[in-house]
């Protein structure tokens, strides 16, 4: 067994390594860059070291920095977690050349898996059955044009050594397609730094099917079922479960299997997933199964197997890297019950899910459940990584009981300041169509009017707070209360003037009512409520102060997050229309559109190509037609 690892990662990831390594009585060493000198991984590992500066090409994505951590700390291994390096195989040979154990996936199967159409290609000389598309050579942007016409639309565009949604666009005809192949080539050099497309059929109603699979270094693969990641938003991974719903015990063996020839025709050998496209128009069959690509490391949503296999898959990892056989056969792994993921961000769902960072002055996470996290109150989520808060992990005897299990972890969430998706997870948990498996890929996008909490307070959040407020005065007359009121046989009620949010309201408290559950909490001077997930400040009206919202009741719009603009579409006076995109931002290696909240005439722009601009920057005003003396 390795005696002391490395942990070339940060995070929850890095958390979750450490707790498997600890409980095997391996030494644990944790590398860190200057943005994490107090998060939680450095303090859990037994040993840690500073690899940087806070952006990660100076840290997690040094090669150099990482094995001289490992050299001068002792380790005899290295996991690299996911993300960063873990699919690097320059890196992974560098470890092995270096002496040490590499907990992942051989050099030579990186290689092979790491860029789609050469891993596309190899997957067809296996027989392993691909979705169609191209995957040649020619990048003429003319040639690429030609060929998802050949193909027919919609089609997909993605980044070669893509993955994690980073560099896809959807096409749905010819006259979009220049414009997201730019962008799509622009994202993907900033992510990969490869401009490199491939174009695949765009599936109507697809599936997104991945199977995990094991294999070691005496020849074994296995696999441990399947999970359903269809749940996403712009490609990125929402709620994952295990196993798929609606799928059958024919069809799972058929993807399973295929899965398992997949890694064999690479010599895999430790944790993979397989990922496969699925037509579930007429629900899942195996013939309209396709390879989609290959995950040469542990996937973020592998707690959903680990929870209905009982199996721990970093423990899997580390016995297979020092040597060992596989801890299971085939026949000894059995599915029990129904496990769920979400992924709990700090994003604000309405404001189009834009990054939302700051200090986590507040953070009360569910604790019946199992949760993933790598940060802690008092901690801070930055521009410079991923802005996962945690994964909020359920397990039941059945799919309805798993759902109801997760939407109801998701209400329980209370962040702040810092906004975050746990509102709109806990809808997607509970909507009816999803509670009925009735899913694919374009779910959250097709029900996206219930899945996204409004910009104002529901009515019953407005109550609440003027509830406490009224508690917190008495039945006292004065700013809290304006008027009581009397009905005979029943409870006074009160008139209370009450700020939520950004907006004041004029409210009839009734104690006849009974209040729905909410919790509240005074947090450095501001008293917050926390709802179904949602998190609101309120107080006296002009004694409350908003958060995280640009303000697009008046035309502006400001960045939301630092970042660099990687193209403005429109001009100054140019007349624009509700929706139209008018520049695009680009932060954490994703881009951002800035669109339109209303008809209008660009009134300000305080921008061009290149600039780097701060967080709550104006960046460019639309004029309303009033303003403007247009009549519409």
Not at 137 to 161: F, H, M, N, T, W
Not at 443 to 463: G, K, N, T
Not at 529 to 555: C, H, I, K, M, Y
């Amino acid at each position: 067994m390795i005696e002391s690892l490395l942990i070339a990662n940060r995070g929850e990831i890095a958390s979750r390594i450490i707790r498997t390594a600890r409980r095997m009585g391996v030494r644990t060493i944790a590398v860190y860059s200057a943005a994490d000198a107090d998060a939680p991984f450095v303090r859990q590992a037994d040993a840690a070291i500073a690899i940087g500066a806070a952006p990660a090409r100076e840290s997690y994505l040094s090669a150099e920095k990482i094995l001289a951590a490992a050299r001068s700390s002792g380790a005899s291994g290295i996991h690299p977690g996911y993300g960063f390096l873990s699919e690097n195989a320059e890196f992974a040979e560098a470890v092995l050349h270096a002496g040490l154990v590499w907990v992942g996936a051989p050099p030579a199967a990186i290689r092979a898996m790491g860029l789609k159409d050469a891993a596309k290609a190899l997957m067809m000389r296996a027989h392993v059955p691909v979705t169609p598309g191209y995957l040649g050579a020619d990048q003429d942007p003319q040639r690429l044009k030609s060929e998802a016409s050949a193909i027919g639309y919609p089609v997909l565009i993605k980044a070669v050594a893509g993955g994690g949604g980073k560099g896809m666009r959807r096409v749905e005809g010819e006259p979009g397609f220049e414009e997201a192949l730019a962008s799509c080539r622009r994202e993907a050099a900033a992510a990969f730094g490869d401009d490199r497309v491939l174009i695949e059929k765009y599936i109507r109603s697809p599936r997104h099917i991945e199977v995990q699979v094991f294999g070691d270094t005496h020849g074994q693969i296995v696999h441990l079922y399947e999970r359903d990641c269809s749940l996403q938003r712009r490609h990125q991974k929402v709620i994952e479960e295990a196993p798929a719903p609606g799928m059958d015990a024919e069809t799972r063996e058929f993807v399973c299997s295929i899965a398992v020839k997949a890694a064999r025709a690479v010599n895999y050998v430790g944790a993979g997933t397989i990922e496969f496209i699925a037509d579930a128009s007429q629900g899942l069959h195996a013939d309209k199964i396709w390879f989609m690509e290959m995950n040469t490391r542990l996937q973020v949503e592998h707690p959903v197997t680990e929870a209905i296999t009982g199996q721990d898959l970093v423990e899997w990892q580390l016995r297979v890297a020092s040597g060992e056989p596989l801890p299971r056969t085939q026949s000894e792994l059995q599915i029990d019950g129904w496990a769920m993921e979400a992924r709990l961000y700090a994003e604000n769902p309405t404001a189009g899910f834009l990054p939302s960072t700051g200090p986590l002055r507040h953070l009360r996470l569910p604790s019946r459940i199992r949760a993933d996290s790598g940060v802690e109150e008092g901690g801070e989520v930055t521009g410079y990584y991923d802005p996962m808060i945690a994964k909020l992990i359920v397990h039941a005897p059945n799919r309805k009981a798993a759902a109801r299990k997760l939407s109801t972890a998701c209400a329980e969430v209370e962040v702040w300041p810092v906004r975050t998706n746990a509102a709109f997870l806990a809808r997607v948990a509970d909507a009816a169509a999803f509670v009925a498996g009735d899913i694919d890929t374009g779910f959250i996008e097709r029900h996206a009017v219930a899945l996204i909490p409004a910009p104002e307070p529901a009515e019953a959040v407005v109550q609440a707070a003027a509830r406490a407020l009224r508690q917190e005065a008495g039945r006292e007359p004065g700013p809290w209360g304006s008027l009581t009121g009397f009905r005979q046989s029943a409870p006074a009620y009160a008139k209370i003037d009450v700020a939520v949010g950004a907006t004041a309201y004029f409210v009839t408290v009734d104690p006849a009512h009974p209040p729905e559950p909410v919790s509240i909490a005074d947090i450095d001077g501001q008293r917050v409520l926390f709802r179904r997930g949602e998190a609101w400040n309120f107080g006296l009206p002009d004694s409350v102060r908003a958060a995280g919202t640009a303000q697009v009741s008046d035309g502006t719009l400001q960045s939301p997050m630092p970042g660099r603009i990687v193209s403005v579409a429109v001009r100054l006076g140019q007349s624009v229309t509700k929706g139209q995109t008018l520049l695009t931002l680009e932060a954490m290696k994703m881009e951002h559109a800035l669109i339109a909240p209303f008809d209008g005439t660009v009134g300000e722009l305080s921008v061009s190509v290149g600039d780097q601009v701060a967080e709550n920057v104006t960046l460019v005003r639309i004029a309303s037609p009033s303003e403007t003396g247009s009549s519409g």
